[in-house]
């Protein structure tokens, strides 16, 4: 099956709130997790099971998933926080991932 | 602290064969699913298999289902990959990574380093 719907690309400035959005028929009927991806790094679970925050992760990040609509919040957006980040979900037993959303910070 | 030391990764030929592992510390191997993601240059990630802690249950998307199968030795800590029947696109950074829990679906809380897998005459 085809992975979740994510915005391509995303430009916040120091300070501000990104918004992330990932979208899949009934994406809300399971749990959504949530990656950072830095260039020329592995993934980083920064959300996991929705809205819990792995250890290590700052408090700015937070998710929610409702509906057909899982999101991540980048709340006082850093200039670290630059970078890919991927959504993921559980459909029909496969794994499936988001294409991925660029957030630039500038 | 948690590690997963991945090798195993290099150039072959299409129709070809190649085993990744991943040598897994820092936490009890048993009481945690592993899986498999992929990623093509400059793509996004791919989930290719899952396995749970015991090993009795496995997971693959369409697309390797019958080409890859994915293995763990719990005696040693181990993690694997075999990939048969590979293809072009099969082309990619394979990377391993740790269940937060006992079985799939839920996420994926370390990562490996990579290896890169490269099918090509």
């Known amino acids: 099956s085809s992975g979740p719907t994510q915005p391509p690309s995303l430009s916040v400035s120091p300070g501000q709130t990104a918004t992330i959005t990932c979208s899949a028929d009934k994406l809300g009927g399971t749990y959504a997790g949530w990656y950072q991806q830095k260039p020329g790094q592995s993934p980083v679970l920064v959300i996991s099971e929705d809205n819990k925050r792995p250890s290590g992760i700052p408090e700015r990040f937070s998710g929610s998933n409702s509906g057909n609509t899982a999101t991540l919040t980048i709340s006082g957006t850093q200039a670290m926080d630059e970078a890919d980040y991927y959504c993921?979900?559980?459909?029909?037993?496969?794994?499936?991932f988001g294409g991925g959303t660029k957030l630039i910070v500038l | 602290e948690v590690q997963l030391l991945q090798s195993g990764g290099g150039l072959v030929q299409p129709g070809g064969s190649l085993r990744l592992s991943c040598a897994a510390s820092g936490f009890t191997f048993t009481r945690y699913a592993m899986t498999w993601v992929r990623q093509s240059p400059g793509k996004g990630l791919e989930w290719v298999s899952g396995i749970s802690g015991s090993g009795r249950n496995t997971y693959y998307p369409y697309s390797v289902d019958g080409r890859f199968t994915i293995s763990r030795d719990n005696s040693k800590n181990m993690l694997y990959l075999q990939m048969d029947s590979l293809r072009a696109d099969d082309t990619a950074l394979y990377y391993c990574a740790k269940v937060v829990n006992i079985d799939l679906p839920d996420p994926f809380d370390y990562w490996g380093q990579g290896a890169l897998v490269t099918v090509s005459s």
């Open positions: 993921q979900a559980w459909d029909s037993n496969t794994v499936v």
